[in-house]
């Protein structure tokens, strides 16, 4: 991986490098660097070779990880003391661990633990207390020597009278723009190296890419399989709901039809109340089919959602919940369609779920769109336990997220609360 960002003295003029602030800025990052890497030997020492000490009792072990996680805030330390030497407006290195989506201290370890990002920022700690350290050190005692010798003999042959200790000043001048570009070639160098161990490396870029592909190849077929299912489901629905009232309010207007064309050949009370109370049957009917059939089509794509966008479709599945919820979405003007209609699901099955499980006396719906994307959160104060795993409806939303780029995390600690977040990235346009 390239580190164009970094300053490298052999790629600038020697009057424009020397004359900037850059020299001096390598010299504080090899300082800096001597410091942390000092501490650094200092904790790593202590745990590990307690830790071995004491590993025959278990507690050792417990050591040992710890000098392993000891390299995560170093690791943050050092991505931001890159930039002492780094060119203004380089971004800055992103953290390459990924989020822990279960909450729990073990989790979490189990989470660090088995991450290559880890055990990279592991063997840079180990690197930075050992060879980097000495170096540093070195360079720093070569900078103290070369301003010792420049300011002592001046300063004796002031107070003895005897020029002959400029000479010592003379041989050193020379060699002072020489050190100050030898400083910015090993802090070029270790920056070089760091950047290699501390962010994501492009040879792992790869796998990583293969990897969401394969899981957005599944994620597809997951989602086409639910597709199929809910095919099925407003098949039977039609077939079984709306389909089966129909036919009862063309039997009832039928019945409804023999007993007014009776009335009309004889004037009966009895009749003309039978066909009343048919066609009354028959409206009810009609109007229990219709919402039948507007319940299905609402579930298949609100109206609202494209007439009036995913503010006002989440509102109106919010009325629609038997569970209070509030809802609290600040979007200042129309998302794509797509990604309206997967945050439009989400919530409503998220609504769904609240009221049919989580035993909860409250929801919210909470959203925002920032500059890099939406993001819509579900919370309710129901009993928890939710989990995403295969073959869930959850997982069904997870799929549908992935499908336009977007990623679904859940808390639901058992006893409550959960909160369900979906991340769509979704950059404003110029």
């Not at 164009?4 to 660097?33: D, E, F, I, K, N």
């Not at 003391?81 to 989506?101: F, Q």
């Not at 070569?142 to 020029?163: D, I, K, M």
Request: net charge neutral.
């Amino acid at each position: 991986m390239s580190t164009p960002h970094v300053r490298r003295p052999t790629t600038q003029p020697p009057l424009s490098y020397l004359s900037s602030a850059a020299p001096w800025r390598a010299l504080l990052y090899l300082l800096s660097g001597a410091g942390l890497g000092a501490v650094t030997l200092l904790v790593l020492g202590v745990l590990i070779g307690l830790g071995l000490l004491l590993s025959v009792i278990g507690v050792g072990v417990a050591m040992l990880v710890g000098s392993v996680l000891f390299s995560l805030p170093l690791a943050e330390i050092e991505r931001r003391r890159l930039r002492l030497i780094e060119e203004p407006g380089t971004p800055a290195i992103p953290s390459p661990h990924v989020p822990v989506e279960e909450p729990g201290l073990q989790s979490w370890l189990t989470v660090r633990l088995r991450e290559p990002s880890t055990w990279r920022e592991f063997g840079y700690a180990v690197l930075l207390a050992t060879l980097f350290l000495l170096i540093d050190l070195a360079l720093l005692m070569l900078a103290v020597l070369l301003a010792a010798t420049l300011v002592v003999p001046p300063w004796a042959a002031y107070r003895s009278g005897q020029p002959e200790a400029l000479i010592l000043t003379a041989i050193a001048v020379p060699a002072v723009p020489v050190a100050l570009y030898g400083f910015g070639a090993v802090a070029a160098l270790q920056a070089r190296l760091a950047r290699l161990l501390l962010h994501p490396a492009a040879r792992e870029d790869e796998p990583d890419r293969d990897a969401r592909v394969v899981e957005l190849t599944r994620s597809r077929a997951r989602l086409a399989d639910a597709f199929e299912t809910e095919r099925h489901r407003i098949q039977r629905d039609l077939h079984d709901g709306a389909q089966q009232r129909l036919v009862a309010l063309v039997m009832t207007l039928g019945l409804a039809e023999l007993e007014l064309k009776g009335t009309g050949q004889q004037e009966s009370p009895q009749a003309v109340r039978r066909g009343a109370e048919l066609v009354s049957r028959a409206r009810g009917e009609a109007k229990d089919a219709l919402t039948e059939l507007r319940d299905l089509v609402h579930g298949i794509y609100p109206q609202v959602l494209t007439d009036r966008g995913l503010a006002a479709a989440v509102s109106e599945a919010a009325v629609r919940c038997p569970v209070p919820v509030r809802v609290e979405l600040e979007l200042a003007e129309r998302l794509p369609r797509q990604i309206e209609a997967a945050a439009y699901f989400v919530v409503s099955e998220a609504l769904t779920n609240v009221a049919k499980h989580s035993g909860a006396r409250n929801a919210v719906v909470r959203g925002r769109r920032s500059e890099a994307g939406l993001e819509v959160t579900v919370r309710d104060d129901g009993v928890g336990g939710a989990a995403l795993k295969a073959g869930s409806g959850l997982q069904g939303l997870a799929d549908r997220a992935e499908v336009v780029g977007g990623r679904l995390a859940l808390s639901s600690p058992p006893g409550g609360p959960t909160a369900l977040t979906l991340e769509v990235p979704c950059p404003r346009s110029a």
